[in-house]
């Protein structure tokens, strides 16, 4: 094992839940390791991971980003476009509020800098693969959440999942597309 190996294995064993944030920001820069570590594995084939990990259908699965506390950008809900690996705004606010309402009142959603949510288009998905496609695009969606979550770990972030949350609320208050299913959310801080 070489020595990515070697720190992987560290952050596996350290890899936790955080209970509860701080309320303070993250950098631009972590946000964006986060993002790319998750999304853009092919690009750490070059230390010795798995660049092509077997999803269901990861091109079924998107990525909005309601931020509330990241250095250098704007507050907001964005959409990561993982080719382009890019950030697009499309909801111009701040919704720490909203969040905390929107994750069942849960203070991990009102602290966090950032909420990570993971939909699909459940009508498509399932007229392209059937019925099984729920089941397996939350396994996708939880593959991609735990991948965020030994990201955070490695950089001294707070992270956790979040299943509790009012579906149909979140794509209202956050601007993202009806369609879009909301599957499970990854949030991420400064932990406490
Ligand atoms: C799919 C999923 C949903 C979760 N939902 C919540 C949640 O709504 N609220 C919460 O406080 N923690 C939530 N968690 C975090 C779990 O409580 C945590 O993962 C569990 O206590 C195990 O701790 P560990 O991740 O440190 O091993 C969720 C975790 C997962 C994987």
Known sequence: MGPHGEELESTLLQRRSTRAFRGEAIALSE???LL?????PAAYGAVGFNPDPDFFAREHVET??????????????????????????????????????????????????????????????????GERAYRYLHLDAGHLGQRLNLAAIRLGL???????????????????????AVLYLTVVGQPR
């Open 31 to 33: 946000l964006a390791a």
């Open 36 to 40: 790319h570590f998750a999304y853009q």
């Open 64 to 129: 909005f980003v309601a931020v509330s506390r990241v250095e250098g950008l704007e507050q907001g809900c964005y959409y990561y476009a993982p080719r382009a690996n890019e950030l697009r705004q499309i909801r111009f606010s701040a919704f720490a509020k909203e969040l905390h309402f929107l994750c069942l009142g849960q203070e991990l959603g009102r602290d966090a800098a950032v909420v990570i949510f993971h939909t699909a288009n459940l009508e498509g998905a399932i007229a392209r693969w």
């Open 158 to 180: 707070g992270v956790s999942g979040i299943a509790g949350f009012f579906d149909d609320a979140v794509n209202e208050v956050l601007g993202i597309p009806l369609a879009e």
